[in-house]
Nanobody
Framework: QVQLVESGGGLVQPGGSLRLSCKAS????????MSWYRQAPGKAREYVAS????????DYADSVKGRFTISRDNAKNTVYLQMNSLKPEDTAVYRC??????WGQGTQVTVSS
């Protein structure tokens, strides 16, 4: 079954950290660039970060640059998003994406005191 399954979300205080995971199955994970997006209530979906198929190239939205790190382990078919120095405005459902053709169900991140 071709799918992406995210995990690792939760409630964290401002300034805290979380690491999201996205486990892929059913396709050749190492052949695809992967991305993370997020969507807050009442807002449009927002690009967060992306990583090339081998992991050598990464890109970030300005809003998360310097705080978030995307990485991948092709042996584990998993892409990660390490989120540090979290802010309330980072609150959203985070979803991973394969080439705009496959989406995970999302994991909720809530940053609140």
């Amino acid at each position: 079954q071709v799918q992406l399954v995210e995990s690792g979300g939760g409630l964290v205080q401002p300034g805290g950290s979380l690491r999201l995971s996205c486990k892929a199955s059913g396709f050749t994970f190492g052949a695809y660039a992967m991305s993370w997006y997020r969507q807050a209530p009442g807002k449009a979906r927002e690009y967060v970060a992306s990583i090339s198929h081998a992991g050598g190239t990464t890109d970030y939205a300005d809003s998360v640059k310097g705080r978030f790190t995307i990485s991948r382990d092709n042996a584990k078919n998993t892409v990660y998003l390490q989120m540090n120095s979290l802010k309330p405005e980072d609150t959203a459902v985070y979803r991973c994406n394969r080439a705009n053709t496959l989406w995970g169900q999302g994991t909720q991140v809530t940053v609140s005191s």
